[in-house]
């Protein structure tokens, strides 16, 4: 049973530039949740999503930030318009419809020039 | 919102001593709180949970303490490896049915052989 999958592990944008991240949960989650970790600092939520719905998006910016999980496919963090402050580990989660215990992926390392 | 603080930032020890970290909550109802281990280039593993209707839950030399009133848990490890080397992360969330988690900042924790 593979884990949660991240692509890519490493992404290098310039300012200006699109950063698209995506993350397929493991088989049998439907929940998938984005965290951020910027060095020496712990994880902050980000969004939340089950298929087609966004649940919770408290902790994602307004501006230049979104998430989406469609019916088919991975679920995609996309940040328009990157700026320094974006650089980060961007790390997806998933979890069972009734469980909260959460499995991360190995994360992208997001860098932007 | 949860704010959860997490001592010590770090953590040296030598084989096969036991080691403690300690978090506190602000949000009296949070209810579930896992620990996650981090190897460097790697995302965060859970290695225990505990929920606020247990005090106490051990796996082999990993247990966990939850003290309600206080609004504290603790990370006990015993006959630490040097393979236990990593950051550890604690978190709380309210356990709504979905797991919005509030991380504390990270111990990083050295075992020398």
């Known amino acids: 049973n593979a884990g949660v999958m991240q692509n890519p592990r490493h992404l290098v944008r310039r300012r200006g530039q699109e950063a698209r991240l995506r993350c397929s949960p493991m088989?049998?989650?439907?929940?998938v949740y984005w965290y951020r970790q910027l060095p020496e600092e712990g994880l902050k939520f980000m969004v939340y999503?089950?298929?087609?719905?966004?649940?919770?998006e408290s902790g994602m910016p307004k501006e230049r930030f979104s998430a989406e999980f469609p019916k088919e496919g991975p679920s995609i963090l996309r940040i328009q318009q990157v700026v320094r402050g974006d650089s980060a580990a961007y790390f997806c989660?998933?979890?069972?419809?009734?469980?909260?215990?959460?499995?991360f992926g190995s994360g992208t390392q997001l860098s932007v020039l | 919102g949860e704010n959860v603080e997490q001592h010590p930032s770090t953590l040296s020890v030598q084989e096969g001593d036991s080691a403690v970290i300690k978090c506190t909550y602000s949000d009296s109802a949070s209810n579930y709180f896992p620990w996650y281990k981090q190897e460097l280039g790697k995302g965060p593993q859970l290695i225990i949970d505990i929920r606020s209707n247990v005090g106490e839950k051990k796996d082999q030399r990993i247990a966990v303490t939850l003290n309600k009133t206080a609004k504290h848990f603790s990370l006990h490890i015993t006959e630490t490896q040097p393979e236990d080397s990593a950051v550890y992360f604690c978190a709380a969330s309210i356990g709504s049915g979905y797991s919005t988690l509030t991380f504390g900042k990270g111990t990083m924790l050295l075992v020398s052989p």
């Open positions: 989660a998933s979890s069972t419809r009734t469980d909260e215990k959460l499995f």
């Open positions: 088989k049998g989650h439907s929940h």
């Open positions: 999503l089950q298929k087609e719905n966004i649940i919770d």
